[in-house]
Protein backbone atom coordinates (compact mmCIF):
# COMPACT_ATOMS: atom_id res chain seq x y z
CA UNK A 1 0.00 0.00 0.00
CA UNK A 2 1.55 3.07 -0.90
CA UNK A 3 1.55 5.73 1.84
CA UNK A 4 2.00 9.23 0.03
CA UNK A 5 -0.44 11.98 1.21
CA UNK A 6 -1.81 14.19 -1.09
CA UNK A 7 -3.11 17.83 -0.41
CA UNK A 8 -4.23 20.72 -2.87
CA UNK A 9 -3.96 23.86 -0.85
CA UNK A 10 -5.08 27.15 -3.59
CA UNK A 11 -4.16 30.84 -2.45
CA UNK A 12 -6.08 31.94 -4.50
CA UNK A 13 -7.08 32.30 -8.45
CA UNK A 14 -10.42 30.43 -7.91
CA UNK A 15 -13.52 32.38 -9.33
CA UNK A 16 -11.39 35.70 -9.77
CA UNK A 17 -8.83 37.16 -11.93
CA UNK A 18 -6.35 37.27 -10.00
CA UNK A 19 -3.70 35.79 -6.90
CA UNK A 20 -3.10 32.64 -9.01
CA UNK A 21 -1.03 30.50 -6.41
CA UNK A 22 -1.87 26.81 -5.65
CA UNK A 23 0.29 24.59 -3.56
CA UNK A 24 0.30 20.61 -3.79
CA UNK A 25 1.42 18.93 -0.70
CA UNK A 26 2.94 15.73 -0.41
CA UNK A 27 4.90 13.91 2.34
CA UNK A 28 8.01 15.75 2.11
CA UNK A 29 7.43 18.44 -0.49
CA UNK A 30 5.26 21.24 -1.33
CA UNK A 31 4.83 22.16 -5.05
CA UNK A 32 3.26 25.40 -6.15
CA UNK A 33 2.09 26.32 -8.84
CA UNK A 34 2.04 29.90 -9.97
CA UNK A 35 2.66 33.09 -7.28
CA UNK A 36 0.81 36.14 -8.69
CA UNK A 37 -0.81 39.26 -7.37
CA UNK A 38 -3.92 40.98 -7.71
CA UNK A 39 -5.04 44.28 -8.75
CA UNK A 40 -7.40 46.03 -5.86
CA UNK A 41 -10.91 47.14 -6.66
CA UNK A 42 -12.08 50.41 -7.24
CA UNK A 43 -13.42 50.32 -3.43
CA UNK A 44 -9.89 49.08 -1.39
CA UNK A 45 -8.66 52.69 -1.40
CA UNK A 46 -4.69 53.04 -0.72
CA UNK A 47 -3.81 49.62 -1.71
CA UNK A 48 -1.26 49.07 -4.50
CA UNK A 49 -1.39 45.19 -4.76
CA UNK A 50 -2.89 42.36 -3.23
CA UNK A 51 -0.45 39.00 -2.72
CA UNK A 52 -1.23 35.56 -1.44
CA UNK A 53 -1.19 34.89 2.11
CA UNK A 54 1.65 32.52 3.03
CA UNK A 55 2.01 32.38 6.20
CA UNK A 56 1.46 28.43 5.72
CA UNK A 57 4.66 28.03 3.55
CA UNK A 58 6.70 29.83 5.99
CA UNK A 59 5.56 27.57 8.76
CA UNK A 60 6.04 24.49 6.69
CA UNK A 61 9.30 22.68 7.32
CA UNK A 62 8.88 21.18 4.14
CA UNK A 63 11.00 21.58 0.53
CA UNK A 64 8.80 24.01 -1.53
CA UNK A 65 9.38 24.29 -5.38
CA UNK A 66 7.53 27.26 -7.50
CA UNK A 67 6.13 25.97 -11.12
CA UNK A 68 5.05 28.91 -13.02
CA UNK A 69 2.92 28.69 -16.23
CA UNK A 70 3.41 32.22 -17.85
CA UNK A 71 4.12 35.07 -17.55
CA UNK A 72 0.93 37.32 -16.47
CA UNK A 73 1.06 39.61 -13.56
CA UNK A 74 -1.54 37.51 -12.19
CA UNK A 75 0.91 34.03 -12.00
CA UNK A 76 4.18 35.95 -11.49
CA UNK A 77 3.27 39.21 -9.49
CA UNK A 78 3.82 38.01 -6.23
CA UNK A 79 7.05 36.18 -6.68
CA UNK A 80 9.08 39.31 -6.25
CA UNK A 81 7.35 39.57 -2.70
CA UNK A 82 7.00 36.18 -1.74
CA UNK A 83 10.13 34.21 -3.37
CA UNK A 84 12.76 36.10 -1.35
CA UNK A 85 10.94 35.01 1.68
CA UNK A 86 11.44 31.58 0.81
CA UNK A 87 14.11 28.94 0.91
CA UNK A 88 12.46 27.25 -2.67
CA UNK A 89 13.81 26.19 -6.20
CA UNK A 90 12.13 28.02 -9.00
CA UNK A 91 10.98 26.77 -12.25
CA UNK A 92 9.82 28.91 -15.28
CA UNK A 93 9.57 29.08 -19.08
CA UNK A 94 12.10 31.04 -20.49
CA UNK A 95 9.75 34.42 -21.25
CA UNK A 96 8.20 34.63 -18.16
CA UNK A 97 11.39 34.30 -16.23
CA UNK A 98 12.73 36.97 -18.55
CA UNK A 99 9.97 39.14 -17.03
CA UNK A 100 10.34 38.08 -13.93
CA UNK A 101 13.82 39.06 -13.41
CA UNK A 102 13.63 42.13 -15.40
CA UNK A 103 13.97 43.61 -12.22
CA UNK A 104 17.06 44.40 -10.33
CA UNK A 105 15.47 43.42 -6.53
CA UNK A 106 14.36 39.82 -7.90
CA UNK A 107 17.26 37.83 -6.69
CA UNK A 108 16.05 34.02 -6.49
CA UNK A 109 17.66 31.75 -9.50
CA UNK A 110 15.22 30.91 -11.91
CA UNK A 111 15.49 27.51 -13.29
CA UNK A 112 14.40 27.60 -17.64
CA UNK A 113 12.73 24.65 -18.45
CA UNK A 114 11.66 23.75 -21.83
CA UNK A 115 8.47 22.13 -23.07
CA UNK A 116 8.40 18.32 -23.12
CA UNK A 117 11.13 17.93 -21.00
CA UNK A 118 10.81 16.05 -18.06
CA UNK A 119 12.18 18.05 -14.86
CA UNK A 120 12.63 16.39 -11.00
CA UNK A 121 11.21 18.44 -9.30
CA UNK A 122 12.07 16.20 -5.92
CA UNK A 123 12.08 12.34 -5.08
CA UNK A 124 8.23 12.51 -4.97
CA UNK A 125 7.61 14.59 -8.19
CA UNK A 126 8.58 15.45 -11.76
CA UNK A 127 7.35 17.81 -13.72
CA UNK A 128 6.36 18.15 -17.54
CA UNK A 129 5.18 21.52 -19.03
CA UNK A 130 3.51 21.67 -22.09
CA UNK A 131 2.71 24.05 -24.77
CA UNK A 132 -1.28 26.30 -24.56
CA UNK A 133 -2.43 29.03 -26.40
CA UNK A 134 -2.92 31.72 -24.57
CA UNK A 135 -2.69 35.72 -25.00
CA UNK A 136 1.07 35.54 -24.34
CA UNK A 137 3.99 33.95 -25.32
CA UNK A 138 5.66 30.15 -23.87
CA UNK A 139 2.61 29.85 -21.32
CA UNK A 140 2.27 26.09 -20.35
CA UNK A 141 0.56 23.49 -18.51
CA UNK A 142 2.14 21.23 -16.00
CA UNK A 143 2.02 17.93 -15.84
CA UNK A 144 3.31 16.48 -12.40
CA UNK A 145 3.59 13.10 -12.12
CA UNK A 146 3.50 11.85 -8.61
CA UNK A 147 3.46 8.39 -6.85
CA UNK A 148 -0.74 8.89 -6.44
CA UNK A 149 -0.41 9.71 -10.64
CA UNK A 150 -0.70 12.18 -12.75
CA UNK A 151 -2.04 15.83 -12.03
CA UNK A 152 -2.86 17.66 -15.15
CA UNK A 153 -2.48 22.03 -14.55
CA UNK A 154 -3.83 23.90 -17.35
CA UNK A 155 -2.52 27.46 -16.64
CA UNK A 156 -4.27 29.93 -18.46
CA UNK A 157 -5.65 29.39 -22.12
CA UNK A 158 -7.80 30.93 -24.90
CA UNK A 159 -9.61 29.16 -27.92
Not at 27 to 55: A, T
Request: hydrophobic content about 40%; aromatic content about 6%; charged content about 20%.
Amino acid sequence: MNNTSLKILPFGGLGEIGKNMMAIEFSNDIVVIDCGLQFPSDDLKGVDLIIPDIKYLLDSSKRISILITHGHEDHIGALRHIGPTLDCQIYAPKFAALLMTRETKFKNKINIIDPRITYKISEEVSATWFTMSHSIPDSMGICLDTALGKIIHTGDFKL
